[in-house]
């Protein structure tokens, strides 16, 4: 059994879990993971008891490596960075790995509308809606990012033929456009198709989507049957 054990949420739904998740993956490294059902008090005040007792925050993902316990997605992405370097996570390039961090860090702190707008939810389909311009703004600079780090750097992912850091955090942000049907260049559709036909996102797909029951503790889930 693998010392390193990943805690994840809801797969449907979490999408910091399925960061961590494809991080963990493209890493390389042998690992468990461990599902903690999200559905309970405490859901969305950050109190659910499952989560407190492994992470401060209340959040997910948390990795579990020997006794160290890291509970954010981007902390656990710089960790495994450093436990696995052959892994080529970031671009081995200075000047290109920097800008991967920039927008890794990006989209870690940011796009509040979208994410606000766009509730993460890999089972549904729905017509594209008329977006407020603060969401409008953000699909625009997603649609920049996806298209211009491509053509600057090359290859099938944002920096090149293998997917990294940088591309797993992302990924959920072009599940919540083909759920929501947003229109976007053939570009930037091009790269979200990339992302969603990987081996790795499959199977997360494939298991949320077997183990799916209703999310009652998200008023959301139902807006769309």
């Known amino acids: 059994m693998s010392d390193l054990t990943l805690y994840v949420g809801n797969r449907v739904y979490s999408s910091w879990s399925i960061r961590g998740y ?11 993971i461990i599902d903690i059902d999200l559905d309970q008090v405490g859901y969305g005040k950050r109190q659910i008891r499952d989560v407190l007792e492994l992470s401060p925050t209340g959040c997910v993902p948390i990795l579990q490596h020997k ?9 656990i992405a710089e960790y495994l960075n450093e436990l696995a370097p052959n892994a080529n996570l970031y671009p081995k390039d200075k000047n290109a790995r ?3 961090r920039a927008l890794t860090c990006e989209m870690h702190s940011g796009f509040s509308a979208l994410r606000n707008n766009m509730a993460h939810n890999l089972k549904r389909r ?8 603060d969401t409008r703004f953000e699909i625009k600079r997603v649609e920049d990012i996806f298209t211009q780090t491509r053509a600057d750097f090359g290859g099938k992912f944002l920096f090149g033929d293998k997917p990294g850091i940088v591309d797993a955090f992302y ?8 759920t929501y049907n947003v229109t976007i260049s053939d570009a930037a559709r091009e790269y979200c198709e ?8 499959l199977e997360w797909e ?6 799916w029951k209703p999310f009652n503790a998200g008023p959301w889930d139902t807006i769309y049957e």
């Open 206 to 211: 494939k298991s949320a989507l077997e183990g």
């Open 194 to 201: 990339t992302l969603l036909s990987q081996p790795d996102w």
């Open 98 to 100: 920097a800008i991967a």
């Open 22 to 32: 494809l991080v963990v993956k493209y890493s390389g490294l042998d690992f468990n």
């Open 126 to 133: 729905v017509k594209e809606q008329d977006w407020d311009t």
């Open 67 to 75: 006794g160290l316990l890291i509970w954010d997605s981007l902390a």
């Open 171 to 178: 990924t959920p942000i072009a599940s919540r456009l083909r």
